[in-house]
């Protein structure tokens, strides 16, 4: 008897022309790090009196699909769930480089059915209304960069064959923290020993009454974008911006060269005033959690990728 292994399991993707329906192959082979997305449904206890002591039988919760998964940092794939979670880019460029432009902002997204497959057993896993939440990145000063999905779906089928045909693969390229960049006001900063930026469009899932039990799609919120940058305390370049109060111009990302890079843009970031605790001999470290906040004109983050993909459709 066969039994599902993480090693074989496959992720598979496509953006959605309708909300909650599935669209035909092929869809893309998306490389992932862990995924616990999925749909489930509790049991809840009997309330019921005046049977005895021996519980009668359970009844059924509300049905949920949501989950993270935690994928590469990638070159290529990266550039569909930052369409996920912040609609479709601008792109320009001719082969073999195009830049695409992300900004926040949309007044809609676009949703992704998504496919978890266990072809060992086979069972294969189809989320279909899946909308994204939230996305984090981390930078640090060595090993692999990785972002955490956050996921909401309509709802989850089961089969035993793929919906996604034949899938497309892009070839992975990842980017390493070995490559990352911090820069405020243009200039890169000094002394960054690690950091994290979040970008959430604060979904609410929409609950109605109906006979299946899924929701019928999710509302956008007022989108946040929050994260923590940690320096050695070695000047006051970030103390003094906290202390003035002014926003300042931050950008994070990751170069491999001048046509292959991934840059976050956030032209009005506001640093709070952090302690200096010292907690050794060694040296001192300030952590600053930042919030983003929109600008007097244009969009409060813009992401640019660089790379040899000619559209996101």
Not at 103 to 114: F, K, M, V, Y
Not at 211 to 235: E, H, P
Not at 256 to 272: K, N, R
């Amino acid at each position: 008897m066969a039994r599902a292994i993480g090693a074989n399991a496959q992720l598979l993707g496509k953006v959605e022309t309708t909300y909650g329906t599935a669209p035909g192959g092929p869809y893309a082979r998306l490389p992932f790090i862990s995924c616990d997305l999925g749909s489930e449904q509790p049991l809840e206890a009997n309330d019921v009196l005046g049977l005895g002591r021996d519980p009668p039988e359970p009844s059924r919760g509300v049905v949920t699909d949501q989950g993270n998964i935690v994928v590469p940092v990638d070159l290529r794939d990266i550039g569909l769930w930052l369409k996920g979670l912040f609609g479709a880019p601008v792109t320009t460029g001719t082969a073999p480089t195009f830049t695409h432009v992300f900004s926040s902002g949309a007044a809609s997204l676009p949703s992704l059915a998504l496919e978890i497959g266990m072809p060992d057993l086979p069972r294969y896993f189809l989320n279909t209304g899946c909308m994204v939440d939230s996305i984090k990145f981390p930078w640090a000063t060595s090993g692999k960069a990785n972002a955490t999905v956050a996921v909401i779906a309509q709802g989850e089928a089961n089969a035993g064959t793929s919906t996604g045909g034949a899938p497309t693969s892009r070839v992975l390229r990842r980017f390493q923290q070995s490559m990352g960049v911090v820069r405020k006001d243009g200039v890169a900063l000094g002394n960054v020993t690690g950091g994290e930026l979040t970008y959430a469009n604060k979904l609410s899932a929409v609950r109605t009454i109906r006979d299946d039990g899924k929701i019928d799609g999710c509302d956008l919120g007022v989108a946040a974008c929050t994260g923590q940058i940690s320096v050695r305390f070695a000047d006051t370049v970030l103390l003094d911006a906290a202390s003035a109060g002014t926003p300042v111009a931050l950008s994070l990302g990751w170069i491999i060269d001048p046509d292959h890079s991934l840059i976050f843009d956030l032209p009005a970031v506001y640093l709070p005033k952090a302690k200096n605790p010292i907690s050794g001999p060694g040296g001192i470290e300030a952590k600053y959690n930042w919030q983003a906040a929109k600008p007097a004109t244009g969009a409060f983050v813009t992401v640019t990728l660089k790379n040899d993909v000619d559209s996101y459709a």
